[in-house]
């Protein structure tokens, strides 16, 4: 059976799947991790490794990566910059990862919505199954659905009722067409046969601007995007797209709650990707420094704070099968959501 290494206190679902896994303990997990370690290449990392971030500076993936690429560098024992390559959804991001030597010092946060991009421009140059060496999941997340603080809507239920009020006349935002808030956006309105206008942005960072100029009336931000300017007073939650409510907004209820359509739970995911053909030997390495890096109690935490949960692979093959897994459920989601032929 394949398992998660799940951290203290912090139970671990597999999304693909939502079969539950076996808990290694902790003790265990970092006999595994040491060993793996050992096994590293000689003389690898000896200069630093770029961790390339697809998303704008000061989204929600881009605070999760900034915030444990300080824990990676120590555990590798050299810098880890991170470095944005913003364009297409994360495209521009992945193409240049897979074209990068394959030697461990080019790694990139490879995302759910990388499948998606494949499946909406087969034309990109790259396939998030075959272009990558997956090295491990680290977290999971859900989106929030917003509006500004200064909206009629306070329920989605009132959302719902405008919307059926003027089909097409309402216009929600995303960061990219395949990003985790143009596909909740595109669910929510399939589930509810509703008529939006999607408004792709160049990044999650500028969702939050066109709620507040009008420029769009909804979106659905990822989690660690969103709960700053919900805690903050700037946007209002109506809804979450998890199946359970998010701790840190405990009194906004799940879209599946309360219209019980699972085309309304949309997580998304993140985990470290290096190019094909990186040796084994250094994605062993990367592995076992991700996973370590992520046992930080304040790592752990702030990504709990952000919204998003951290998983971590049992190895980089788990990872990859997972991958897999995820790869035909999104083909089945974006078929359901009319954004694939069947």
């Known amino acids: 059976m394949t398992e998660l290494i799940a951290l203290p206190e912090e139970p671990i679902r597999h999304i693909g799947s939502r079969r539950a896994f076996l808990r290694i303990t902790l003790v265990g997990a970092l006999e595994l991790l040491a060993t793996r370690l050992a096994r590293g290449q000689d003389g690898y990392p000896n200069r630093p490794v ?26 590798l024992g050299v810098p880890v910059p991170v470095e944005n390559r913003v364009g297409a959804g994360g495209v521009v991001a992945a193409e240049t990862v897979a074209a990068a030597a394959p030697d461990g010092y080019t790694i990139m946060v490879g995302t759910s919505s990388h499948l998606v991009n494949k499946f909406l421009n087969p034309a990109v140059a790259f396939d998030p199954l075959q272009s990558f060496a997956p090295v491990s999941l680290s977290w999971i997340g859900g989106t929030v659905l917003a509006v500004a603080q200064a ?43 509703l008529v939006a206008v999607h408004v792709p942005y160049k990044g999650s960072v500028e969702i939050e601007r066109a709620l507040l100029s009008g420029e769009v009336q909804f979106a659905f931000p990822i ?6 300017a919900v805690q903050q007073g700037r946007l209002r939650a109506l809804a979450v797209t998890t199946r359970q409510r998010l701790p840190q907004l405990p009194h906004v209820p799940t879209l599946i709650e309360l219209f019980a359509n699972e085309l309304l739970v949309q ?28 046992q930080s109690d304040a790592v752990r935490r702030f990504h709990l704070d952000n919204g998003a949960q951290v998983a971590l692979s049992a190895s980089p093959s788990e990872f990859a099968a997972f991958m897999a897994s995820e790869n035909e459920r999104w083909r089945r989601v974006l078929v359901a959501i009319g954004l694939r032929p069947g």
Do not use: C
């Not at 989690?223 to 700053?228: F, K, L, R």
């Open 223 to 228: 989690a660690t995007t969103a709960i700053p």
């Open 151 to 193: 909206s009629a809507a306070t329920t989605p239920a009132e959302l719902v009722v405008a919307l059926r009020a003027k089909p097409g006349a309402m216009n929600y935002a995303s960061g990219g067409v395949g990003t985790a808030a143009h596909l909740a956006g595109a669910a929510f309105a399939r589930a509810l046969d």
């Open 50 to 75: 770029k961790l390339v971030m697809p998303f704008a500076a000061g989204g929600g993936p881009d605070l999760l990566a900034r915030r444990q690429a300080p824990e990676l560098a120590r555990v």
């Open 267 to 294: 997580e998304a995911w993140g985990g470290i990707w290096a190019p094909k053909g990186t040796p084994s030997a250094v994605v062993d390495r990367l592995f076992a420094a991700n996973a370590l890096s992520l």
